[in-house]
């Protein structure tokens, strides 16, 4: 535990499970507040109020709120309510992403149905342009040195899973180099970040039912500490605009995972 983001406020989307569990809990071990956003609620195990317990039980102090990332008006409240309770922000981690159910591996584009769009880039890019533009205000009214961090893929830069996919990470690579353009003035850094191969809750499910070897995958706890030590950088304004890798950012940093590891290199790269 840390405490080099005491008396900061972040926010990250989509952080019930996965890389915003392990992002929203990484920054509370450094003594951040950090709204959790996701749709589910209570006792489940892959809930907000779940990791709200996790980040508390980090160092930090959490703050759950309910949030369908598809509904613009459930988006705007989030921001109304940080606003209201802490009249600033200082990092926005977008992370929120739909897997379509069933997920689209493999196959052509017409294999698909039209949804899957909807599921990976109206949620997994414009969902993340919409909290932007209600986050930014509040990133202002905290002065210069915040940041704008979105989870990207190597899938934004070479074809993995399906071309909805693709586009919508590529996407969302342009979207962090132009805020990252328009931000500069204001002292905001905005990066996407590329993890490698992840063992999320679900990942480690589809690989159990496939008896697949994830002992080389990244951990959700190690890109989350990435994501931490990245948007505390010395020279991340220097960075700004810039895809940043969790191994790299792992090994310059020494970033280490819950067993102890720097994060796994991305084969091939």
Known sequence: MGSELAGKIAVVTGSSRGIGRGTAIALGEMGATVYITGRTTGSDPLSID???????????KAIAVRVDHGNDAEIEALFAQVKAESGHLH????????IPDPPAW??????????????QVGIGLRAHYVASWHAAPLLFAAGKGGSIINVSSP????????????AGKAGLNRLSADMAIELEPKGIACCSVYPGSVATEFIQKWAGERGSDLSLSQTTIGVGRAIAALVIAPDLMQRSGSIQWVEDISE??????????RAVKYPGR
């Open 91 to 98: 990092i926005l981690v977008n992370n929120v992403y739909k």
């Open 252 to 261: 310059e940093f020494d970033v280490r995972d819950e067993n102890g590891n």
């Open 50 to 60: 779940t990791t709200a317990k996790m980040v508390n039980d980090a160092g930090g």
């Open 106 to 119: 493999g196959g052509g584009f017409w294999d698909h149905p039209v949804s899957i769009w909807d599921d």
């Open 155 to 166: 899938g934004g830069s070479s074809y993995h899973f399906s071309s909805s996919y693709g």
